[in-house]
C-alpha cells in the first residue's frame, strides 16, 4: 500500500514533463443546493489554478464557497446559516470534440472544506428571552468532489467552461446550552452532519503558456 502514492506521483511527474507548459486559471460562479432536507440553497462562486499533464489530463486547485440556509432539525443544527469553503485538487479528464475547439470532460478530486454555522439571530434571540444562551458549531473536515462538463473554445486561449459538480461533505460539531439564570452548563455531540450539495456552475478558463 506505501508503494501506491509513490507510483502515483512517479506516474504524474512522467506525464508533466512530457506535457506542454500551459497554466491554465479558471473563475466560475453558480447555484448549489443540498440534497439533505434540513439545509436550502444558494449561490456559489469559486476560482482555480491547473497546469497540464498531457493533452487529455491536467490537475486543478479549486476553491470554492457557497452560503446556504439551515432548517433546524432534530439530530442536527438549529435554524441558521451555513457557510461551506472547500478546496480540492482536481483531476480533470478532456476528450475534444472534432476540430472546433469543443470538449467533455469528467472530473474528480480530494480535497478540505472548512464549515461555518452561524445562528439566525431572531432564533437565538427567542432562546435568550427564557434565559438560556445557546451555541452550535460545525467541524471542518475531508471533502471530496465528482463531476462532468463542457468546454466551448472562445479563442487561443480562453473557454467558456459549463459543468455540473457533486461535492460530498460529511462532518460532526456540537451543541451548548447555558442557563442565564442558574450558570448551569449542557451540551453535547452533532454527528453526521450531511452537507452534499450538487452545484451547476459557469465560467471562464484562461490558459497562459
Known amino acids: 500500500m506505501k508503494k501506491l ?30 440534497p439533505e432536507a434540513s439545509s436550502g440553497e444558494g449561490a456559489v462562486v469559486g476560482a482555480g489554478l491547473g497546469f497540464s499533464l498531457s493533452s487529455i489530463l491536467s490537475l486543478d486547485l479549486t476553491a470554492g ?10 439530530n442536527g443544527l438549529s ?7 472547500p478546496i480540492s485538487l482536481e483531476l480533470r479528464a478532456r476528450f475534444p470534440l472534432g476540430r472546433g475547439g469543443w470538449a467533455v470532460y469528467g ?3 480530494l480535497g478540505y472544506a472548512l464549515h461555518s454555522f452561524a445562528l439566525d439571530s431572531d432564533f437565538a434571540a427567542g432562546w435568550k ?14 471533502a471530496a468532489q465528482v463531476g462532468a462538463g463542457l ?3 472562445l479563442g487561443p486561449a480562453v473557454d467558456l467552461d459549463l459543468g455540473v459538480r ?12 447555558a442557563d442565564l439564570r442558574t450558570g448551569e452548563n449542557s ?3 452533532l454527528d453526521s452532519l450531511n452537507f452534499d450539495a450538487l452545484a451547476v456552475q459557469a465560467g471562464f478558463r484562461v490558459a497562459f503558456r
Open 151 to 153: 468546454e466551448i473554445g
Open 65 to 74: 464557497r457557497w452560503v446556504v440556509p439551515v432548517r433546524p432539525s432534530a
Open 107 to 109: 472530473a474528480g478530486g
Open 5 to 34: 502514492p509513490a507510483a502515483a506521483a512517479a506516474f504524474f511527474l512522467v506525464l508533466a514533463v512530457n506535457a506542454p507548459a500551459k497554466v491554465r486559471l479558471s473563475l466560475y460562479g453558480g447555484y448549489a443546493a443540498t
Open 79 to 85: 435554524r441558521g446559516r451555513l457557510t461551506e469553503l
Open 166 to 177: 457533486y461535492t460530498i461533505l460529511r462532518t460532526k460539531g456540537s451543541w451548548a446550552m
Open 187 to 189: 451540551g453535547g455531540p
Open 129 to 142: 428571552d427564557v434565559g438560556f444562551e445557546i451555541e452550535e458549531r460545525v467541524d471542518h473536515g475531508l
